[in-house]
C-alpha cells in the first residue's frame, strides 16, 4: 500500500511537471521572439500575443486547479451548506455556456420538473461543479450535437445528469474522474483542458455528502451523474415542543 501510495505520488509529479512544461516551453518562447523583435510582421505578432495570453491562463487555471485539489484531498476547504436552488443555478449555468454552445452549433437543453427541490450544498462549490461540467459538455460535445441537462428527486436525494454524445473520441467513464485523463490528450491550448475538472469535482460532491460519476447509454450518450442530499424542509423554530 505504501509502495502504490509512492508510485501515485511519483506519477501525480510527473504529470504535473509535464503539464506545467508544454505550456512554458512556448511561452518563453513566443514571449522571447516578442522581446527579440524577431517576429516580422503585425499579423504574427498578433497570434505570438495571443499564445503567450492563452497559455498564461492555462497555467494559471492550471495552479487553481491543484491548488483545489490539495484542499479538497486535506480536507482544509470549508463549506457552508445551504438549501440551494438547483433548477436556478442550472438555468445560470446553462445561460453562461449558451454562447459557446452557439458557436458550436450545440442544442442545449434542460429538464427539470417545476416541484424540485433545493438540495442541501455549498453554492460556490456547486456552482464550480455544474460549471466543471457544462464547459466540459460544450468543449468535448461533437459539434451539432445535444447537450440536455436534467434533474429528478430519488428517495431523499437530487440526481442532476449532464448528458451529450461522446463523437470519436469517447472517454472511460470510470477513469475520466482520475487526474490528469484527458481521453484526446492531443488536444492542447485553448481547445483543451488539463484533466483536472472531473477530479477536483468528484471530491467536491463528496465533500458536499454528494456523488459524481458516469456511465455511457445505448446511444452512446456519456451521462455523468452528480447526486446531492435534497434540502430538508425547514423546521418551524416555533414548533410546540413535543411533551412526553
Ligand atoms: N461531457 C463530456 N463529453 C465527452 N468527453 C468528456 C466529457 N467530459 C469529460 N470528458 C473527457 O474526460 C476528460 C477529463 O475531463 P476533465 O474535466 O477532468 O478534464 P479536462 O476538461 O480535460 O481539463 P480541465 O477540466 O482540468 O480543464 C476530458 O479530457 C475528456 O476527454
Ligand atoms: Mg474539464
Not at 443555478?89 to 452549433?105: F, I, K, N, S, T
Not at 455549498?122 to 457544462?134: A, C, G, K, S
Not at 446511444?219 to 423554530?237: E, I
Request: no cysteine; net charge negative.
Amino acid at each position: 500500500a505504501v509502495e502504490r501510495a509512492r508510485r501515485v505520488q511519483r506519477e501525480f509529479l510527473a504529470n504535473v511537471s509535464h503539464e506545467l512544461k508544454t505550456p512554458l516551453t512556448s511561452l518563453i518562447g513566443f514571449s522571447q521572439a516578442l522581446v527579440d523583435g524577431s517576429i516580422a510582421t503585425d499579423l504574427e505578432r498578433t497570434r505570438a500575443a495571443t499564445i503567450v495570453h492563452e497559455e498564461s491562463e492555462r497555467v494559471l487555471r492550471m495552479a487553481q486547479e491543484l491548488l483545489d485539489l490539495a484542499r479538497v484531498e486535506t480536507g482544509s476547504i470549508s463549506l457552508h451548506i445551504t438549501a440551494v436552488d438547483l433548477a436556478g443555478h442550472l438555468q445560470q449555468e446553462l445561460a453562461m455556456v449558451r454562447p459557446r454552445a452557439e458557436g458550436r452549433d450545440l442544442v442545449l437543453e434542460i429538464d427539470v420538473p417545476s416541484d424540485i427541490p433545493p438540495v442541501a450544498a455549498d453554492p460556490e462549490r456547486l456552482h464550480q461543479v455544474l460549471d466543471n461540467l457544462m464547459d466540459n459538455a460544450v468543449k468535448y460535445a461533437p459539434a451539432g450535437s445535444k447537450v440536455l441537462a436534467s434533474a429528478r428527486l430519488i428517495g431523499g436525494s437530487v440526481e442532476t445528469v449532464v448528458s451529450n454524445p461522446t463523437g470519436p473520441n469517447a472517454p472511460d467513464a470510470e477513469r475520466m474522474f482520475e487526474r490528469f485523463y484527458r481521453a484526446d490528450p492531443s488536444r492542447s491550448g485553448a481547445a483543451g483542458g488539463v484533466g483536472l475538472g472531473l477530479a477536483i469535482s468528484k471530491e467536491l460532491a463528496s465533500a458536499m455528502g454528494g456523488r459524481l460519476w458516469a456511465d455511457i447509454d445505448g446511444p452512446g450518450n456519456l451521462r455523468v451523474h452528480l447526486t446531492l442530499p435534497a434540502a430538508k424542509a425547514r423546521q418551524p423554530a416555533s414548533l410546540p415542543a413535543v411533551t412526553a
